[in-house]
């Protein structure tokens, strides 16, 4: 079985400054990765996804991942964020096909301050 | 990009009756939908997995009695809550999926039982 673990539960931010949050898993097999944001009281949105081909992947409102098979990791980047990115993040990996049952990390809630 | 609602958004209901939630897919067919639950402040966490047409997969732990899976169409499934408890109160979330496609997440449903 897979599994996926968020380092950060937290992790506080001035506005403008970058984020990093780490997400690495665990798997027998290959998998595909995902990064979803949370809005308060609102269901997931996709910010990227790594399925194959090139391990740094770009996504939505200037977030990138890079998938690191050695480290297992999948750590996701911001060089500025801004108020509106304040959510929760929630890792996620799935096997044998994209559209497989998903396993989640326990999400990191990021803050960001003005 | 494919768009998954859900109905009701907010259910408040009394301990001992049965709740209903639908997901559907408003512009594509969906073989695959998957339920989700999430507590405040935590991750979510899979219910069951349902294919259009046949009996839904139930991971462990989760009552297949008392959580009733249909998947009708699809662009329809339902998720019905039977002899609601208080520790059922929760924030019910489905995506839907496309074989060998990514999830999309509906905005979800929070249920109170009071």
């Known amino acids: 079985a897979q599994s996926v673990t968020q380092l950060d539960s937290q992790v506080p931010v001035f506005e403008e400054a970058p984020v990093e949050l780490r997400c690495n898993y665990s798997s027998s097999v290959s998998v595909y990765l995902f990064w979803y944001v949370q809005y308060p009281n609102q269901g997931l949105q996709l910010l990227l996804k790594y399925l194959s081909g090139s391990t740094l992947v770009k996504g939505i409102n200037g977030f990138e991942a890079e998938f690191n098979k050695s480290q297992t990791s999948f750590h996701l980047r911001k060089p500025s964020v801004h108020i509106s990115d304040t959510a929760e993040y929630f890792c996620?990996?799935?096997?044998?096909?994209?559209?497989?049952?998903?396993?989640f990390g326990g999400g990191t809630r990021v803050l960001v301050k003005p | 990009g494919a768009v998954v609602s859900q109905h009701p958004s907010r259910v408040i209901c009394k301990s001992g009756t049965s709740v209903k939630i639908e997901c559907r897919s408003l512009?594509?067919?969906?073989?695959?939908m998957f339920w989700y639950r999430q507590f405040p402040k935590q991750s979510l966490m899979l219910m069951a997995t349902?294919?259009?047409?046949?009996?839904?997969?139930?991971e462990q732990g989760v009552e297949k009695d008392k959580f009733l899976i249909n998947h009708a169409s699809l662009t329809l499934s339902t998720l019905t809550v039977t002899s609601a408890h208080p520790e059922d109160s929760s924030f019910y979330i489905c995506s839907a999926s496309r074989p060998q496609e990514t999830q999309y997440f509906g905005p979800g449903t929070r249920l109170l039982v009071l």
């Open positions: 996620a990996v799935s096997v044998g096909a994209a559209g497989n049952k998903l396993t």
């Open positions: 512009d594509f067919q969906a073989t695959t």
């Open positions: 349902s294919n259009e047409g046949s009996k839904a997969t139930y």
